[in-house]
């Protein structure tokens, strides 16, 4: 069974930075883009950060300059670090990859920012 699972989230002040790790198990053939959603209470789910097989990288202009994603094939895991986290950056965070063809999610990783 395919499964991403997703780690790091936490509490963090405002100013400080987190890691987060997704991690895709099971038979998996091929990987293409890899990024990261999120959803605040009360808010729709929004993109924030993909990366292409190829390595190319797009990010939600709140996010540009704070946060970097990148992504190891080997491991079949992308990262998502969070820098000069901001209480608006507090959400579930959600990994999303395109496996064999088909758009998987992760279970959510829960971040909050104090301000």
């Known amino acids: 069974q395919v499964r991403l699972v997703e780690s790091g989230g936490g509490l963090v002040q405002a100013g400080g930075s987190l890691r987060l790790s997704c991690a895709a198990s099971?038979?998996?053939?091929?990987?293409?883009?890899m990024g990261w959603y999120r959803q605040a209470p009360g808010k729709q789910r929004e993109f924030v950060a993909v990366i292409t097989s190829g390595g190319s990288t797009n990010y939600a202009d709140s996010v540009k300059g704070r946060f970097t994603i990148a992504r190891d094939n080997a491991k079949r895991t992308v990262y998502l670090q969070m820098n000069s986290l901001k209480p608006e950056d507090t959400a579930v965070y959600y990994c999303?990859?395109?496996?064999?063809?088909?758009?998987?999610w992760g279970q959510g990783t829960q971040v909050i920012v104090s301000s």
């Open positions: 099971g038979i998996i053939f091929t990987i293409n883009g």
């Open positions: 999303n990859m395109n496996l064999d063809g088909s758009p998987r």
